[in-house]
C-alpha cells in the first residue's frame, strides 16, 4: 500500500517537473516582429451615390448639371465621399513623417481617370478658432417626447414572428434607446483633412471623376519627404463602382426591392427609415439584416474582416443576392437607403518579411476603400434614376460628426423631433 502511495507521488512530482521545464518551441513564445511605422502614408476613399442628393455636395452637382455635366464641368470638394451628393467621387489624403508640415503633393494618375497626368494636392488650412461660449446659465424648457420607435429587420413578404421591437419615448431610458439604436460598426479612418497632409480635391485643384472615368491603373506620389518609391497599382477590384439602383414592386403584401448585381461588390445591405402609418407619433426603422439591427452603423465604409463575418451572421446579404421584399407593415413611408460594399486594398512596400526576426521597415502604404450608395422614397414604384452627373446607370475612424449645437431659441422651446432623438441615441452608442 505503501508502495503504491510512494510511486502515486513519485508520478505527480515527475510530471510537475516536466510541465516547468523549457521545451524546444514551446513555453518561450514566438519572436515577436519588430514592425516600425511607415514612412509615408495615404488613404484613397472611392464612393458612388446615386438617387436623391442628400448633403452639401447637391447644390454643386445641379450647378454642373446646369453646367453641361457629365464631363469634366462637374466640381469637386473634399468630403464628398460622405455627404450623400449624387455623383463619383474621389477623395485622397497623403502624410509623411519626414515632413510633417508639408503642403503640397502630386498625385500621377492613369489616363483612364481622363485627369491624367497629375493631380493637385493641398493641405487644408489651420482650422479658425471656435467663437468663445457665452457666459451664464441658457434657460432650458424640455418637453418629454412622445410617440414610439419601431423596428422590423429582414427579407420577408410577412411580419415575423418576435417583430417588431417598440420603444415608448415617453418612458424609455438612455440604455433601453441606445439598445434599440445599437449597430455594428467597424469603419477606420480614411481620407481626411489636417494641416501638414495635403487632399485632393484641393483649393486650386477640384475636378471631379468624370463619368465613365477609370482608376485603375498605376499611381504614384511626390513630394518633399516622400520616398521616391511610392508608386502602386490599383486593380480593377477597387476601380469606382457602378451606381446602385433599387428597383420597387408593390404588391398586396409587400414592397419587392431588386436591383442589378455590381461587379466586384462583396456584400449588401439596406435600410429604411419613416413615419408611422395612420398618423402615429414617432419613427419606423427596417433593415435587410436577419437580425435584430438598427443599421446606423453600417452604412459606411467598413473593413474586409468585418464584411465577412458578418455576411456568416447573415446580417448582410450575400453579393449573389438582388431581391430583398419588405412587408407592407414595415415599409412605412420614408427614406430607402442600400449600400455594396466594395473590397478594402491595403498595400505597403516593400513586403512585410515572412521572417519574423526580420524587423519590417516600409517606406509607405496606402489604404483604398469603395462603396456604392443609393437613397430613395421606400414606395416608389420603379427605379430612381440618378439626378446628377456622374450617377450613370452602368459605368465602370474618425467618421462620427455631431450636428451642429442648438441655439439659444431653440434650447428655450424645444419640442419633440424623432431626428433629434435618433441623433441623441445614436451620438451616444456609435463613438
Known sequence: MSSTITRSIAVVA????AATLPRSGVGQGTPKQVVKPPIS????????FSGMSMGPGMMNATLGSLMGGGGGNQTAEFGYTETGAAGRWMDVTLYTSRNTSLAEATQAVPPGTQLAPTLKLQTPEHPKPPPPAEEGPTEFNYEPPKGKLVMYWGCSETVRPGQPKVVDLSTATMAELGKFFESRRATQR??????????????????????????????????????ESFSFAIPPAQDVMPAIQVRQEKTSTAVKLSWSAIPHARAYFLGSMGALPDGEQGFMLWTSSELPESGFGLFDYQTNTAVDGWLKDKVLLAPTVTTCSVPNEAAGQGMLRAIAYGTELNLAHPARPADPKIAWEPEWNVKVRVKSMSTTMMGMEGEMPGMA??????????????GDPPTDEQKKKKKFNPFEVIKDAVKDVVP
Open 14 to 17: 515527475i510530471s510537475t517537473a
Open 41 to 48: 502614408q495615404a488613404w484613397i476613399d472611392v464612393a458612388t
Open 190 to 227: 480614411g481620407a481626411h483633412a489636417t494641416f501638414g497632409r495635403p487632399v485632393w480635391p484641393s483649393k486650386d485643384d477640384r475636378r471631379a471623376l468624370p463619368a465613365n472615368s477609370s482608376i485603375a491603373g498605376q499611381h504614384g506620389f511626390k513630394a518633399e519627404g516622400v520616398p
Open 389 to 402: 452627373p456622374g450617377a450613370e446607370t452602368g459605368a465602370p475612424q474618425d467618421t462620427a460628426a455631431p
